[in-house]
């Protein structure tokens, strides 16, 4: 909604470039994900947990810097990160869980469906809620 009033657009740059992160940590958590299931016999809950947790500090890097251009203070924000990161998460690993139990989906395949759902969270609550700009920067 470019021109409105209030300057809020739903998506803009910073979502292409969220979007090339996210291709980044998939490729990276999904890897890590397979990995630890079929060389380590890791469950999906735990797979997914490591494959999450190592795209995590790669992600506030990249977000931080590249994606929101966050020039705020770094803890506040790293705290919202993480507590977005935990609801985002929460989210995928119920739909993972979900598709696996409850429709027999297979779980390279369900583990792969999780990420639709996080990534259109984590994006939303990262720009209007971790990275927003303070309101007395102009």
Do not use: E
Request: overall charge positive.
């Amino acid at each position: 909604m470019k021109g409105s009033p209030s300057g809020f657009r739903l998506f803009d740059a910073s979502f292409i470039r969220f979007l090339i992160v996210g291709v980044a940590n998939t490729m990276t958590g999904l890897l890590v994900i397979y990995a630890a299931k079929w060389f380590f016999g890791a469950n999906d809950v735990l797979a997914n947990v490591i494959g999450y947790g190592l795209g995590l500090i790669q992600s506030f890097i990249l977000n931080s810097t590249w994606t929101f251009k966050h020039r705020g203070k770094v803890l506040p924000a790293l705290a919202k990160f993480l507590l977005t990161f935990l609801c985002a998460y929460a989210l995928n690993l119920a739909t993972v869980m979900a598709a696996i139990h409850l429709f027999s989906v297979n779980s390279y395949v369900a583990q792969a469906m999780g990420i639709l759902p996080y990534t259109l969270f984590f994006y939303l609550a990262s720009r209007y809620f971790v990275f927003m700009p303070d309101k007395g920067a102009a």
